[in-house]
């Protein structure tokens, strides 16, 4: 049996309400057992304190199970409040999707793909 990625690609503005709908999907993937959570951010356009709220609460859940979560292509308003508020040394940032596959993961693993629109 192949292990699996849950890809998570939110869109537009992370904040409570977009957040909250993530983090109850990123929740029940980690109790159907996804091995990994990939937070891929390059359609953000904004993140407020409720996103980086999210962020957190998705850790927490995360590390309550045996999964693993990762995060990239952050832009640079994304990247600046993570190094405001040290979170670049909590999670695991790459560059790209590209970058995230050829460090992480191994042939065996199953991407799944979730997309978030908001305007």
């Known amino acids: 049996?192949?292990?699996?990625?849950?890809?998570?690609?939110?869109?537009?503005?992370?904040?409570?309400?977009q957040g909250t709908q993530l983090r109850k999907d990123i929740n029940a993937a980690v109790e159907t057992g996804i091995d990994i959570v990939l937070l891929d951010l390059?359609?953000?356009?904004?993140?407020?304190?409720?996103?980086?709220?999210?962020?957190l609460a998705a850790l927490k859940i995360v590390k309550?199970?045996?999964?693993?979560?990762?995060?990239?292509?952050?832009?640079?308003?994304?990247?600046?409040?993570?190094?405001?508020?040290?979170?670049?040394?909590?999670?695991?940032?790459?560059?790209?999707?590209d970058e995230f596959e050829d460090a992480i993961l191994p042939s065996e693993y199953q991407l799944l793909e979730h997309h978030y629109h908001t305007k």
């Open 64 to 97: 309550a199970t045996s999964s693993k979560i990762f995060l990239c292509s952050i832009n640079e308003q994304v990247n600046m409040i993570f190094e405001m508020t040290k979170m670049e040394r909590i999670f695991q940032i790459f560059t790209n999707r």
């Open 42 to 55: 390059q359609d953000i356009t904004f993140m407020n304190s409720s996103g980086l709220g999210t962020l």
């Open 1 to 17: 049996m192949s292990s699996v990625v849950k890809v998570f690609q939110p869109s537009g503005i992370l904040d409570g309400i």
